[in-house]
């Protein structure tokens, strides 16, 4: 899982509530992506951020929000506004050669 | 939206054997990447062919790439039960300065001892 820790490993929320997951990086990476995944499927970009206080929508943005204030965070916040939340969150850095390298993983289960 | 397309979804053989999977794609890429994912856990990254080649190795892995045919296949070689893995290939665009990948479905490798 290379230099990214993600935390925590699961997460478990009742509807309604928001909930902000972490993602760390000590790689030097500039770029950082955040996706989900589905049972069974591939994974789908929510945002990602080329620098420091700079992110950029994905393909399914609505009901997440993220920020990044330092180069090595990019927390990502699951928003009561998501409307099927539970599912699988995995946090990427991309190195210099065009590599992703993916944290564990968090698995949220929204009740 | 999922730009790749793999195949088959899922492909259970014996050890030793030859694994081969497939990804179709639609639109031009930068380049593509192949990526493997033990069950629960993150994507481990395999391998990455650029759109000006063809072929790429490492280890028992070998790539090729077709961009005329828009498809890209990962073949592993003399299989190992720890082999067993979801596989994904990602095709990869930059767009604005930023590299964007987009992740096909994946298959379920499974070796049998």
């Known amino acids: 899982d290379g230099g990214i820790t993600q935390s925590p490993k699961y997460l478990f929320r009742k509807e309604g509530q928001n909930v902000t997951l972490s993602c760390e990086q000590n790689?030097?990476?500039?770029?950082m992506y955040w996706y989900r995944q589905d049972p069974g499927q591939g994974l789908r970009l929510i945002y990602y951020?080329?620098?420091?206080?700079?992110?950029q929508k994905g393909d399914i943005a609505e009901g997440y929000s993220v920020s990044r204030e330092k180069k090595e965070s990019f927390p990502l916040t699951v928003t009561s506004a998501q409307k099927n939340p539970t599912a699988f969150y995995l946090c990427?850095?991309?190195?210099?050669?065009?590599?992703?390298?993916f944290g564990p993983g968090t698995r949220l289960t929204v009740t | 939206s999922q730009q790749g397309e793999e195949d088959p979804q899922a492909l259970s053989i014996q050890e030793g054997e030859n694994a081969t999977m497939n990804c179709s794609y639609k639109?031009?890429?930068?380049?593509l990447q192949w990526y493997r994912q033990n069950s629960g856990r993150g994507l481990v990254h395999l391998i990455l062919?650029?759109?000006?080649?063809r072929e790429k190795h490492s280890g028992r892995l070998r790539v090729t790439l077709d961009t005329s045919k828009k498809s890209s296949s990962l073949l592993i070689t003399a299989s190992r039960a720890a082999d067993t893995a979801s596989y994904f290939c990602?095709?990869?665009?930059?767009?604005?300065?930023?590299?964007?990948?987009?992740f096909g479905q994946g298959t379920r490798l499974t070796i049998n001892p």
């Open positions: 990427a850095s991309l190195s210099r050669g065009d590599e992703q390298y």
């Open positions: 790689l030097n990476h500039d770029a």
């Open positions: 951020s080329q620098i420091v206080n700079d992110f």
């Open positions: 639109t031009s890429i930068n380049n």
């Open positions: 062919i650029r759109s000006n080649e």
């Open positions: 990602a095709t990869v665009r930059v767009v604005q300065g930023a590299q964007k990948l987009v």
